[in-house]
């Protein structure tokens, strides 16, 4: 279950036109086990800016776009975990 994203980052990757790096853990930080992670980018803003909208309607957007992103390698992390336990 993923939480609504804050805007900034979204915006502060327009602006200055820098890349964002999406990640997802499975959360293993505090248990004896290590934590998997999922690693996926460079994401440029800039190219998914449609200029026919606001930039508020670009930052809700893109960042709702790109939760959905993050969303999708949960369930691929998921997916890679439940294969390498039929192993």
Do not use: H
């Not at 790096?21 to 248990?31: A, H, Q, S, V």
């Not at 449609?50 to 969303?71: C, H, W």
């Amino acid at each position: 279950l993923l939480l609504p994203f804050k805007q900034s980052p979204t915006l502060i990757a327009a602006r200055s036109r820098a890349p964002i790096y999406l990640m997802y853990t499975d959360g293993c930080y505090f248990k004896k086990k290590r934590a998997q992670v999922l690693l996926d980018g460079p994401v440029y803003v800039q190219d998914l800016w449609d200029e026919s909208k606001s930039e508020k309607e670009n930052l809700a957007a893109i960042t709702e776009l790109l939760r959905k992103k993050i969303a999708e390698m949960g369930q691929e992390l998921e997916s890679l975990k439940a294969k390498k336990k039929e192993k």
